[in-house]
C-alpha cells in the first residue's frame, strides 16, 4: 500500500471562518480511517467523505474539531 504525504499544511480550526475547514483531511480518532472536509453548514453539520471508500456522512461540527488532523494517506 502506497503512503501518500500530505504536502499541503493543514492547520487546526482557529478561525471564525468555518469554510477555512474545507478540503481538511482528518482521521476519525489517533488511527482511524482518514476523510476530506467537503462542505460546512450554517448549524453546524459537516458533511465528509472517507478516503478508502468513498462513503459520505453528515456529523456535528464538534466531533469533527476533536478528529485529529491526518498528516498521511495510505
Not at 471508500?53 to 474539531?65: F, G, I, R
Given at each position: 500500500?502506497?503512503?501518500?504525504?500530505?504536502?499541503?499544511?493543514?492547520?487546526?480550526?482557529t478561525?471564525?471562518?468555518?469554510?477555512?475547514l474545507?478540503?481538511?483531511?482528518?482521521?476519525?480518532?489517533e488511527?482511524?480511517?482518514a476523510?476530506?472536509?467537503?462542505?460546512?453548514?450554517d448549524?453546524?453539520?459537516?458533511?465528509?467523505?472517507?478516503?478508502?471508500?468513498?462513503?459520505?456522512?453528515?456529523?456535528?461540527?464538534?466531533?469533527?474539531?476533536?478528529?485529529?488532523?491526518?498528516?498521511?494517506?495510505?
Open positions: 500500500m502506497k503512503v501518500v504525504r500530505l504536502e499541503e499544511a493543514q492547520t487546526a480550526h478561525s471564525d471562518d468555518l469554510r477555512q474545507v478540503g481538511q483531511f482528518r482521521r476519525l480518532g488511527a482511524g480511517p476523510y476530506e472536509i467537503m462542505s460546512v453548514e448549524d453546524g453539520a459537516v458533511h465528509i467523505e472517507f478516503v478508502y471508500n468513498d462513503e459520505k456522512l453528515t456529523c456535528p461540527l464538534a466531533e469533527v474539531l476533536e478528529d485529529p488532523i491526518a498528516e498521511t494517506l495510505p
